[in-house]
């Protein structure tokens, strides 16, 4: 399973927020470089980069930080928020993204996405499947719709989708332990599937069940900026 430790961005800044609520807002490193480059350095090999600036604005604002870390880090970089145009798009892989993650424009664009997905092929573009009570949130969380995400995965299953990022909104930030229950229900239903769990994760404990499940990778954010998990753990069980 991939370890894909997470660097959330506001103001340029690393910081995490609490069930997506931008009120809920705690900065851990105002130079996110140096959190990069703590994790390469731990024998991690990927990260997920998210433009929280962005996901609010609905257009990439944080990207000179990508840039940054592309070039001064090997780490494999997903990149997501804010990414709402073919414009976005295009900065977002000249900057250096190995790959980047619709979530709003997949639900309010599904001909965009799948534009995306055609032109730049299932390697490079992660379907985003945030979702609360199994209904999929977008905005940064900020709106919720009344898409079940199963319809809403297999949809674009369908269409080509190889890879997803699913987070339940409900447990994000809470350090309570991952919606295990959420990544089974994806799993029965699209065996194919990578599935790539991020949210709620509280300790090795969870990471190890989520590699006993057998999934494709889990993102690990709060957890190791509280100290909860050691990044030296991390590169044990990851996978590269």
């Not at 592309?70 to 190995?98: N, P």
């Not at 991020?198 to 509280?226: F, N, P, Q, R, W």
Request: with cysteine; hydrophobic share 40%; aromatic share 8%.
């Amino acid at each position: 399973m991939h370890i894909i430790p997470a660097i959330d961005l506001i103001e340029g800044k690393a910081v995490r927020l609490t069930q997506g609520d931008y009120s809920q807002k705690k900065e851990y490193n105002a130079r996110p470089l140096e959190v990069a480059q703590q994790f390469e350095d731990a024998g991690l090999t990927r990260l997920h980069l998210v433009d929280l600036d962005g996901a609010k604005e609905k257009r990439v604002v944080n990207w000179k930080v990508l840039e940054l870390i592309a070039s001064k880090t090997r780490l494999h970089i997903d990149f997501g928020g804010g990414v709402q145009s073919d414009d976005d798009l295009r900065v977002v892989f000249e900057c250096g993204a190995r790959q980047v993650t619709g979530g709003s424009i997949s639900v309010k664009q599904p001909d965009v996405f799948e534009r995306w997905l055609s032109r730049y092929g299932s390697e490079a573009i992660i379907l985003g499947a945030d979702a609360k009570n199994e209904k999929i949130a977008v905005s940064g969380w900020e709106e919720s719709t009344a898409v079940w995400i199963y319809d809403f995965v297999e949809n674009y299953v369908d269409k080509g989708v190889k890879y997803v990022i699913s987070t339940d909104v409900a447990k994000d930030g809470l350090l309570q332990g991952p919606s295990f229950e959420l990544y089974r229900n994806l799993q029965d239903r699209f065996p194919d599937l990578n599935i790539i769990a991020s949210g709620g994760v509280s300790g090795m404990s969870d990471i190890e069940t989520l590699a006993d499940m057998k999934l494709y990778g889990v993102i690990v954010g709060k957890a190791i900026y509280e100290g909860r998990i050691a990044l030296k753990d991390l590169s044990v069980i990851n996978n590269g």
